[in-house]
């Protein structure tokens, strides 16, 4: 008796670049979330940005988004459907805090381009499997010359 199946499901080019994008966000989350950690242990910012240093705002922030971003990056390398949404809680708590809260948390525009440039990517990734999807189902037929 096998139990395994000798057949493995054929997956597209883009269903194999969306997994690639997606560990490639996940790095990138984890990574923030480890700056994170960083600065409010004292590890980086010379000890400056400790937690018991920072001011209330930084505190709630910084906090929140150092449990927030490594949760993001394992739902998002296991390719969970709940990844993109931490993701995406996350980046718009960094948005809210570099953008509209300027005053209070500075600016960094690499972060606000950064969060931008891979909601594009997530939603054209969308798009494209839902095409897909329809294509194979019959419902799109491409007409070739």
Same mark, same amino acid.
């Given at each position: 008796?096998?139990?395994?199946? &000798?057949? &493995?499901?054929?997956?597209?080019?883009?269903?194999?670049?969306?997994?690639i994008f997606l560990r490639m966000?996940? @790095?990138?989350?984890?990574? $923030? *979330?480890?700056?994170?950690? =960083?600065?409010?242990? *004292?590890?980086?910012?010379? !000890?400056?940005?400790? $937690?018991?240093?920072?001011?209330?705002?930084?505190?709630?922030?910084?906090?929140?988004?150092?449990? +927030?971003?490594? +949760?993001?990056?394992? *739902?998002?390398?296991l390719g969970g459907s709940w =990844?993109?949404?931490?993701?995406?809680?996350?980046? &718009?708590?960094? %948005?809210?805090?570099? !953008?509209?809260?300027?005053? @209070? /948390? !500075?600016?960094?525009? @690499? +972060?606000? @381009?950064?969060?931008?440039?891979?909601?594009? +990517?997530?939603?054209?990734?969308?798009?494209?499997?839902? /095409?897909?999807?329809?294509? %194979?189902?019959?419902?799109? &037929?491409?007409?070739?010359?």
């Amino acid at each position: 008796m096998e139990l395994d199946s &000798t057949q &493995t499901p054929k997956r597209s080019l883009t269903e194999i670049t969306y997994v690639i994008f997606l560990r490639m966000v996940a @790095i990138a989350c984890l990574w $923030f *979330g480890l700056q994170y950690w =960083g600065m409010l242990v *004292g590890l980086t910012h010379s !000890g400056y940005a400790r $937690f018991d240093l920072l001011s209330l705002p930084w505190r709630t922030a910084s906090s929140t988004l150092a449990v +927030v971003f490594p +949760v993001a990056a394992l *739902g998002l390398w296991l390719g969970g459907s709940w =990844g993109p949404v931490i993701w995406l809680i996350a980046a &718009t708590g960094q %948005a809210l805090m570099f !953008g509209v809260w300027s005053n @209070i /948390f !500075g600016t960094n525009a @690499i +972060v606000l @381009i950064l969060h931008a440039s891979v909601a594009l +990517v997530f939603i054209a990734f969308r798009l494209a499997l839902w /095409f897909e999807k329809r294509q %194979a189902r019959g419902e799109i &037929t491409v007409d070739s010359p």
